[in-house]
C-alpha cells in the first residue's frame, strides 16, 4: 500500500496576516438586481423619517 505524504504545517507570515483579515467584512451582492433592491430600501427607509 502507498502511504500518504506528510505535508509540513508552515507558519504564517505576520506581516501578511493583517492585509487579509482588512478583506474580511461584510461582502455586497454587485448585479443590478440587487443594486436596484438596496436603492429601493433606501427609499423606503427614508419614506419613515420623515
Same mark, same amino acid.
Given at each position: 500500500?502507498?502511504?500518504?505524504? =506528510?505535508?509540513?504545517? @508552515?507558519?504564517?507570515?505576520?506581516?501578511?496576516? %493583517?492585509?487579509?483579515? @482588512?478583506?474580511?467584512?461584510?461582502? =455586497? @451582492?454587485?448585479?443590478?438586481?440587487? #443594486?436596484?433592491?438596496? =436603492?429601493?430600501?433606501?427609499?423606503?427607509?427614508?419614506? %419613515?423619517? #420623515?
Amino acid at each position: 500500500m502507498k502511504r500518504a505524504r =506528510q505535508r509540513t504545517i @508552515r507558519p504564517r507570515n505576520p506581516l501578511a496576516i %493583517d492585509p487579509l483579515l @482588512r478583506k474580511g467584512g461584510a461582502h =455586497q @451582492r454587485k448585479d443590478k438586481r440587487a #443594486s436596484r433592491a438596496r =436603492q429601493k430600501a433606501a427609499s423606503r427607509r427614508r419614506g %419613515d423619517e #420623515s
